[in-house]
Nanobody, 123 residues
Framework: QVQLVESGGGLVQAGGSLRLSCAAS????????MGWFRQAPGKEREFVAA????????RYADSVKGRFAISRDSAKNAVYLQMNSLKPKDSAVYYC????????????????WGQGTQVTVSS
């Protein structure tokens, strides 16, 4: 069992930065791949980034490559999403999720989800 709690969302101007954090509880956290997804109003949840349990494999959506960076600190049971050069279209609720397998891009492969944190980018 893994419990996830996101934080770090907020309101930022276009071009600004935010760092999202996801605190995990559960002894098996270090064995899970972790992902970030986002969902804007009226849209489906979409993949943003994922990282393997070892940190050796990282994947990004094309829309965030070069601007976002995912990382994890297993000693702190945490995963992070550094978001730079933010755009209004990045506005959404951001969720972290845990996958017992590979760091996939499909939401259905993730077993555990946090409650989400709102990110709003103003133009």
């Amino acid at each position: 069992q893994v419990q996830l709690v996101e934080s770090g969302g907020g309101l930022v101007q276009a071009g600004g930065s935010l760092r999202l954090s996801c605190a995990a509880s559960g002894r098996t956290f270090s064995s899970y791949a972790m992902g970030w997804f986002r969902q804007a109003p009226g849209k489906e949840r979409e993949f943003v980034a994922a990282i393997s349990w070892s940190g050796g494999t990282i994947r990004y959506a094309d829309s965030v490559k070069g601007r976002f960076a995912i990382s994890r600190d297993s000693a702190k049971n945490a995963v992070y999403l550094q978001m730079n050069s933010l755009k209004p279209k990045d506005s959404a609720v951001y969720y972290c999720a845990a996958d017992p397998g590979l760091p996939g891009t499909l939401a259905d492969s993730y077993d555990y989800w946090g409650q989400g944190t709102q990110v709003t980018v103003s133009s």
